[in-house]
């Protein structure tokens, strides 16, 4: 697959079979991962933890657990952190030692590298374990506590079962109490379903430097305006979340 530059210059790539960019090409590949999820999750999670535990959902080229390395590097951040995460095209895995990522994972060669080898990188203090598999029926087997989710499967419209309310209800149950998720989604049936799950909702905008907002959820209250999601049902009762069944 040949890789295609985004708006801040960051390289991402087109999957043919489902039709979409695995990264707004507007906002960016590297901006997307760290305005999106990094960031929030810094600000909200782990910036006062000293031990962390990520859910990337779905591996692809990595940018979302890469960029987070990235930033806790610049940070120095010297807790504990370990990174899970499902992605079922193993092919694109192996690959990925060869892409052309952002001069700023340049340090994170040897990572990179392990990770396509090996699908697994441990050093003291951090821990990466990608899994070549289905994401939804490896979650139904899956232990938690996780702290943080990012939720990055292609849209609804073509990666449907990672977007349902029984599936967001499967990320409750492998979370913690205060379990954080973010996502590029800011599609109302996808607010709905994690709503009906029992998340508090926000949006997160970076206006001067993405093109579009994205998606926070939270089972604890953030220090942020909520969505009123019950406003917004009253105001559609035709607004429901994606159901497995329908
Ligand atoms: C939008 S891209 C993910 C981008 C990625 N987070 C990144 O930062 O590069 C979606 C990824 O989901 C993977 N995928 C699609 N359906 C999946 C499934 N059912 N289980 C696991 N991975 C899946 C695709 O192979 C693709 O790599």
Redesign the pocket.
């Known amino acids: 697959m040949a890789s295609i530059v985004t708006g801040d210059g960051s390289r991402?790539?087109f999957?043919e079979s489902?039709g979409?960019?695995?990264?707004s090409t507007k906002d960016g590949?590297f901006s997307?991962?760290l305005y999106k999820h990094v960031l929030p999750a810094w600000k909200y999670r782990i910036a006062k933890r000293q031990k962390v535990t990520v859910l990337?959902?779905?591996?692809?080229?990595?940018?979302?657990?890469?960029?987070l390395l990235w930033y806790l590097a610049r940070k120095k951040y010297a807790g504990h952190l370990k990174i899970i995460s499902?992605?079922?095209?193993r092919r694109?895995l192996a690959s990925l030692a060869d892409f052309k990522y952002p001069k700023e994972f340049n340090d994170l060669s040897p990572i990179i590298r392990e990770v396509a080898e090996n699908n697994r990188y441990e050093r003291p203090g951090l821990l990466i374990e990608v899994f070549g598999?289905?994401?939804?029926s490896?979650l139904a087997g899956l232990e938690g506590p996780f702290d943080i989710v990012?939720h990055?499967?292609?849209s609804p419209a073509?990666?449907r079962?990672?977007w349902t309310r029984e599936y967001f209800a499967e990320l409750k149950r492998v979370g913690a109490d205060d379990l954080f998720l973010t996502t590029y989604s800011t599609a109302t049936a996808v607010r709905m379903g994690l709503f009906e799950n029992g998340f508090h909702l926000y949006e997160n905008h970076h206006r001067k430097v993405l093109v579009r907002s994205s998606t926070l959820a939270s089972l604890t209250r953030l220090p942020l305006a909520e969505i009123d999601m019950r406003l917004k049902r009253q105001r559609n009762p035709a607004a429901t979340s994606l159901r497995d069944d329908r």
Request: hydrophobic share 40%.
């Open positions: 991402t790539l999957c489902v979409e960019h695995y990264h590949a997307e991962a990337d959902i779905c591996f692809g080229l990595g940018y979302n657990t890469f960029v499902p992605e079922h095209d694109l598999v289905d994401a939804r490896w990012f990055d499967p292609f073509h990666n079962k990672l």
